[in-house]
């Protein structure tokens, strides 16, 4: 922009300042819940669900103090869910059943559901070409939110919100979404990194995880156990609670009795914000920061007086804080966390990377010691999903700018599941409301304005 219309725009945002800034007390004055949470950090309870429960407090006594966390998909413990599949068969698609039906499937209604996503992993003819090809963008995350809303485009019932066309639209959208993923991805790659193009269909055969990676590299091979993990993370990311803000921005927008397509878009918009689905990329910058200026990144003292720099804000992004670490609702532990540590180290064996898994292993560790020490005020702190995520990630050699999109290749079934809920459970429009805050002013003519 030209130097008299930057000053322009410098000029009204001082004016905007001065409009809408507030003194923190008056939150405190009219018992405004900021961020929907209250001065003890618990959220404002705005519907009920069973698709999902978080828990990382427990009432002792009359008293809330911390506990193991412990994360319920349809009153299953996410524990006993991994174990139930892993080294045994592939978890995607089963939970995802569970999630959307709320009971655990069959043999047979787990093969019939698999058989109708396989049926769907299929976009439009040209699709490809003509809406992921085209406009390729560095975002992804943006490219796919934009394809989800071409997608309508080539629906015949597109505005229809009964649960039976909903459910058909839920379903088509959780069968494409890793293709969209790593089509954009691919665009982004060719169109604006200059390197080659490779697009590969799906194999029928395959599962959700075992296609991501078919269709990611040139000579789309895989390992058994990168597809384990890779499942893993996406059955851990799949769901958490009607409260996080991508699923809440679902619910929000299926109230106003929004579209399928509308309504995932809406949620991609806010998941893909750095405070929520971007987390595991700056737990990666982060890392890359440490490996930069600790000499021995397995030496503990070395490791524990960076961390140090970084709360103290002397060191990386100077903004006080140990990525990964700590988490909204849990407190003593992640269970995801928890579940996804054990493949973390197996996975790196296979590619060689114990001595960064021996970092991570020592930030877990004292992280929360050095965080509490200057926290007086926090009582527990553990480190959470995205901790490990983003270096699982980086071993699949996955590219950064597919991560947050992985992550919405998850949540889209939970998203889904929590739309359908809104949809049997509620016809009100949710709508909270604000204090006004505004003076009443006399109008002046324009000719008397200075």
């Given at each position: 922009?030209?130097h008299?219309?930057?000053?322009?725009?410098?000029?009204?945002?001082?004016?905007?300042?001065k409009?809408?800034?507030?003194?923190?007390?008056?939150?405190?004055?009219?018992?405004?819940?900021?961020?929907?949470?209250?001065?003890?950090?618990?959220?404002?309870?705005?519907?009920?669900?069973?698709?999902?429960?978080v828990d990382?407090?427990?009432?002792?006594?009359?008293?809330?103090?911390?506990?193991?966390g412990?994360?319920?998909?349809?009153?299953y413990?996410?524990?006993?869910l991994?174990?139930g599949?892993?080294?045994?068969?592939?978890?995607?698609?089963?939970?995802?059943?569970?999630?959307?039906?709320?009971?655990?499937?069959?043999?047979?209604q787990l093969?019939?559901?698999?058989?109708h996503?396989?049926?769907?992993?299929?976009?439009?003819?040209?699709?490809?070409?003509d809406?992921?090809?085209?406009?390729?963008?560095?975002?992804?995350?943006?490219?796919?939110?934009r394809?989800?809303l071409?997608?309508a485009?080539?629906?015949?019932?597109p505005?229809?919100?009964?649960?039976?066309?909903?459910l058909?639209?839920?379903?088509?959208?959780?069968?494409?979404f890793?293709?969209?993923?790593?089509?954009?991805?691919?665009?982004?790659n060719?169109?604006?990194n200059d390197e080659?193009m490779?697009?590969?269909?799906?194999?029928?055969?395959?599962?959700?995880?075992?296609?991501?990676?078919r269709?990611?590299?040139?000579?789309?091979?895989y390992?058994?156990?990168?597809a384990?993990?890779?499942?893993l993370?996406l059955v851990?990311h799949?769901?958490?609670?009607?409260?996080?803000?991508?699923?809440f921005?679902?619910?929000?927008?299926?109230?106003?009795?929004?579209d399928?397509?509308?309504?995932?878009?809406?949620?991609?918009s806010?998941l893909?914000?750095?405070?929520?689905?971007?987390?595991?990329?700056k737990v990666?910058?982060?890392?890359?920061?440490?490996?930069?200026?600790?000499?021995?990144?397995?030496?503990?003292?070395?490791?524990?007086?960076?961390?140090?720099?970084?709360?103290?804000k002397?060191a990386?992004?100077?903004?006080?804080?140990i990525?990964?670490?700590?988490?909204?609702?849990?407190t003593?532990?992640?269970?995801?966390?928890?579940?996804f540590?054990?493949?973390?180290?197996?996975?790196?064996?296979?590619?060689?990377?114990?001595?960064?898994?021996?970092?991570?292993?020592?930030i877990?560790?004292?992280?929360?010691?050095?965080?509490?020490?200057?926290?007086?005020?926090?009582?527990?702190?553990c480190?959470?999903?995205?901790f490990?995520?983003?270096f699982?990630?980086?071993?699949?050699?996955?590219?950064?700018?597919?991560?947050?999109?992985?992550?919405?290749?998850?949540?889209?079934?939970?998203?889904?599941?929590?739309?359908?809920?809104?949809?049997?459970?509620?016809?009100?429009?949710?709508?909270?409301?604000?204090?006004?805050?505004?003076?009443?002013?006399?109008y002046?003519?324009?000719e008397?304005?200075?």
């Open positions: 922009m030209n008299e219309y930057k000053q322009f725009i410098e000029n009204k945002c001082e004016m905007c300042r409009s809408d800034a507030f003194s923190p007390d008056l939150y405190t004055k009219y018992d405004v819940k900021k961020g929907l949470r209250d001065t003890k950090g618990n959220g404002v309870v705005v519907g009920l669900t069973s698709v999902s429960q990382g407090t427990k009432i002792i006594d009359g008293v809330k103090v911390p506990c193991e412990e994360l319920h998909y349809r009153g413990d996410i524990k006993d991994t174990r599949f892993l080294n045994k068969r592939f978890g995607f698609e089963e939970v995802s059943y569970l999630l959307l039906f709320g009971e655990l499937p069959t043999k047979e093969d019939e559901f698999k058989a996503l396989i049926e769907e992993r299929k976009l439009p003819v040209t699709f490809t070409r809406v992921l090809m085209k406009a390729a963008s560095k975002d992804i995350m943006n490219s796919i939110t394809s989800i071409f997608l485009s080539y629906d015949k019932k505005l229809d919100n009964s649960l039976e066309n909903v058909r639209q839920c379903i088509y959208l959780i069968s494409v890793p293709m969209l993923t790593v089509y954009s991805y691919h665009a982004y060719h169109y604006i080659s490779y697009i590969h269909r799906p194999d029928s055969s395959l599962s959700t995880s075992e296609n991501i990676l269709m990611l590299r040139p000579d789309k091979s390992t058994y156990l990168e384990t993990v890779l499942d993370a851990l799949m769901e958490h609670g009607g409260g996080n803000n991508s699923t921005t679902t619910r929000v927008t299926t109230s106003a009795g929004s399928t397509y509308a309504v995932i878009a809406a949620a991609m806010s893909k914000g750095p405070k929520h689905g971007g987390a595991n990329i990666m910058d982060m890392i890359a920061d440490i490996k930069k200026h600790v000499k021995d990144i397995t030496d503990e003292k070395e490791v524990r007086k960076y961390l140090n720099h970084i709360l103290d002397k990386f992004d100077h903004q006080g804080l990525y990964g670490m700590g988490h909204a609702v849990y003593k532990s992640d269970p995801r966390a928890e579940v540590k054990s493949f973390v180290e197996k996975l790196a064996i296979e590619k060689k990377r114990q001595e960064d898994f021996q970092l991570y292993s020592i877990e560790r004292v992280a929360p010691e050095l965080i509490l020490a200057k926290r007086p005020n926090a009582t527990s702190v480190a959470n999903v995205d490990y995520s983003g699982v990630y980086d071993m699949l050699d996955i590219p950064h700018e597919m991560y947050t999109p992985l992550f919405a290749t998850a949540r889209i079934v939970g998203w889904s599941a929590h739309r359908m809920e809104e949809l049997i459970t509620s016809n009100k429009i949710l709508r909270p409301a604000y204090v006004n805050m505004m003076e009443h002013k006399d002046i003519d324009i008397d304005r200075e």
